[in-house]
Structure formats: C-alpha cells, structure tokens
C-alpha cells in the first residue's frame, strides 16, 4: 500500500511521472537489497572483478601461492567462467586431496565443462570426505546432474541428502526445485516447507542471509 502512496507524492515533487517511476524503482530496489536480497546486486559483480585482478597480479608476482589460486578460482565459478576455473583448480590438486571444498570445486567445473564423469566422481570424493561440506549442496548437484536422465539416481542422491540435516534455506530450496523436476509435487512442497521452518528456527544475524530463499521457497510452495 505504501508503494502506491508514495508514487503520487514522487510525481507531486518531481512534477514527471516517468521521474517519478525511475525513483520509486530505485527506493524498491535499495530496501529489496537491505532488507530482502530477492534483486541482482549492483555491486557484486564490480567487486568480483576487482578481486580476480588482483589475484591474478598476485599470481604473476608469486605463482605459487596456493590460497590464492583457490580463491581466484572460486570467483571464477560465480563469474560462471568455468574453464579458466579448471585450470587454477588443477594446478593446485597435489596439495589439496584432503579438502572436501575443493573436491567439489573442482568436480563443479568439471561438470560444466563437459567432463560429467570426472565431475561426480570429485563430488563422491568431497562428501566422502566431509558429508556435511557446503550444508550438503553437493549432493543436489549430483541430483540435478541425473534429474533428467536417470531418476531412481537422482533420488538416491536427494535421499543422501535428508540424511545430513542441513540447516541451509537455499540447500532445500533447490531440494523443492530437482523434486520439481522429476514431478514429485507433493516432496517438492514438502522441501519447500522444510526451508520455511529452518528460517523460522535461524538466528536474527543468519536470516538476513537466508531472507530470499525463505521468500523463493514460499511463492513456490504456494504456486
């Protein structure tokens, strides 16, 4: 209601309608990014970018400096740049075989790069090795993989995941989204739910995190 009230006030001061539509859009999308997180940020991916050069002239002055190459390759994996991903995860592979993350950094890049095998063979091995890493987004990503070509697959591996308790909203929002996709409605709704209690359940500092896959997780419940 107060989005409608405003807008007459905007166009009362600016004296243009369409000035006043590109300023309540702009309020909208500041409390979205304060209070909600639903919107894209502005900022992110200049901040991203920022970071990959200064890792990569790090690289240049020390090209053995392992915690930045995992680092530079992470911010790859947001940036979706996958293949350059690859190369800086496997550089780093001989000193890295006991960590769970990077088993399922790099099993993520081999996935979408075309090396399907390799990829859920390297997330095997990251949650043999911890269970529990990334709240068990891992197993969803085995999940999405096999959704489409091999259900009875994909399930074992949704059933993997029920079992590690995750308190992560967005783990069982894309939980409710691979359901969705083998057309198990009522499982779907079900994880859904399940992201909706888990919010509830969270403490003041971890809902701001957790605010718009609590939000995603409701409008899908309820579509």
């Not at 088993?103 to 075309?114: A, K, M, Q």
Request: with cysteine.
């Amino acid at each position: 209601m107060s989005k409608f009230l405003l807008f007459p006030l905007l166009w009362w001061i600016f004296g243009n309608p369409f000035v006043a539509i590109i300023v309540l859009l702009v309020i909208l999308y500041f409390l979205d990014r304060r209070f909600i997180g639903l919107s894209p940020s502005l900022v992110k991916p200049l901040r991203r970018r920022s970071q990959i050069a200064k890792l990569r002239q790090q690289l240049l002055l020390n090209p053995n400096d392992i915690t930045a190459k995992q680092d530079i390759a992470r911010l790859l994996i947001e940036k979706k740049s996958y293949r350059e991903a690859r190369k800086w995860l496997e550089s780093v592979g001989n000193v890295m075989e006991h960590s769970a993350e990077y088993w399922d950094d790099l099993g993520t890049v081999y996935l979408h790069t075309g090396d399907k095998a390799r990829g859920e063979e390297a997330i095997q091995r990251a949650v043999a090795i911890n269970p529990r890493v990334k709240y068990g987004q891992p197993y969803l990503r085995l999940a999405a993989l096999h959704s489409k070509s091999d259900a009875d697959r994909a399930i074992r591996y949704l059933d993997e995941f029920r079992t590690i308790h995750s308190s992560s909203c967005e783990a069982y929002y894309r939980l409710g989204e691979i359901y969705k996709l083998l057309g198990r409605t009522e499982e779907a709704k079900q994880a859904f739910g399940e992201a909706l209690l888990i919010y509830r359940s969270l403490p003041k500092y971890k809902k701001r995190q957790e605010r718009k896959w609590a939000i995603r997780s409701l409008i899908r419940k309820l579509s």
